[in-house]
């Protein structure tokens, strides 16, 4: 994979992708930086990102992901999307430093854009103020939230609890004190305190969780 931009987002992805197992190329228009991180990366190479020809000479257009982790420069971060796709990246994951700047990057074509700011906040509101233990949300109003099981549904299966049709979402997975996770099915048995996995429209899994 490729990662543009070695700011605290761009080299913490990076460093996160070798040690899931990937081979990076990391890329910063800065000559110390990337002297900085030379041993941390399979490749760090010095490059104008916003320069399309200067990605085609560094080989990025042999890569299918880019993550481009440029944050303060918004007009780099644009450039640097576009001279992606221009070369046909398929999937182009970009960092957002504002409502705008997001808009902009869905509007030029990101695949993907991320506000990681925002969403560690909704993410920490969730978890201090409710029963959650863990909460993602998608970008298309999807969330999937670790809670403790609500009354409503404990001590019973799941087709006994109704829960999708009842709440709108749906417990993908059970785990019981002591024991491994399991996948829920409709004769899944939820026992009190048991942890749920649980899917659907975020406003829906916000309801459900908070019953807990």
């Known amino acids: 994979?490729?990662?543009?931009?070695?700011?605290?987002?761009?080299?913490?992805v990076a460093r996160s992708l070798v040690h899931l197992g990937h081979e990076v190329l990391a890329v910063d228009g800065q000559a110390e930086i990337v002297q900085k991180h030379a041993s941390d990366f399979t490749h760090v190479v010095t490059a104008d990102t916003t320069d399309?020809?200067?990605l085609r000479q560094i080989g990025a257009d042999q890569f299918d992901v880019a993550v481009v982790g440029i944050g303060?420069?918004?007009?780099?971060?644009?450039?640097t999307v576009l001279g992606l796709l221009d070369l046909e990246v398929k999937e182009v994951w970009a960092k957002a430093t504002s409502g705008k700047h997001a808009a902009i990057l869905e509007r030029v074509g990101a695949t993907h854009v991320i506000r990681p700011e925002s969403q560690?906040?909704?993410?920490?509101?969730?978890l201090v103020t409710g029963t959650?233990?863990?909460?993602?949300?998608?970008?298309?109003?999807?969330?999937?939230?670790?809670?403790?099981?609500?009354?409503c549904t404990a001590d019973r299966t799941l087709t006994e609890s109704n829960v999708r049709q009842k709440?709108?979402?749906?417990?993908?997975?059970?785990?019981?004190?002591?024991?491994?996770?399991?996948?829920?099915q409709a004769d899944t048995y939820v026992q009190s305190g048991d942890e749920l996995i649980v899917s659907g429209p975020t406003p829906k899994v916000e309801i459900y969780c908070a019953l807990g």
Do not use: C, N, Q
């Open 1 to 12: 994979m490729i990662v543009l931009g070695l700011g605290r987002f761009g080299t913490a």
């Open 52 to 54: 399309t020809e200067a």
């Open 72 to 79: 303060t420069d918004i007009e780099a971060s644009v450039l």
């Open 120 to 126: 560690m906040g909704k993410r920490v509101a969730h």
């Open 132 to 151: 959650m233990t863990d909460f993602i949300e998608f970008d298309d109003g999807f969330a999937i939230a670790r809670t403790r099981a609500p009354e």
């Open 167 to 184: 709440y709108g979402v749906t417990v993908v997975g059970v785990k019981t004190r002591g024991e491994d996770f399991t996948y829920a």
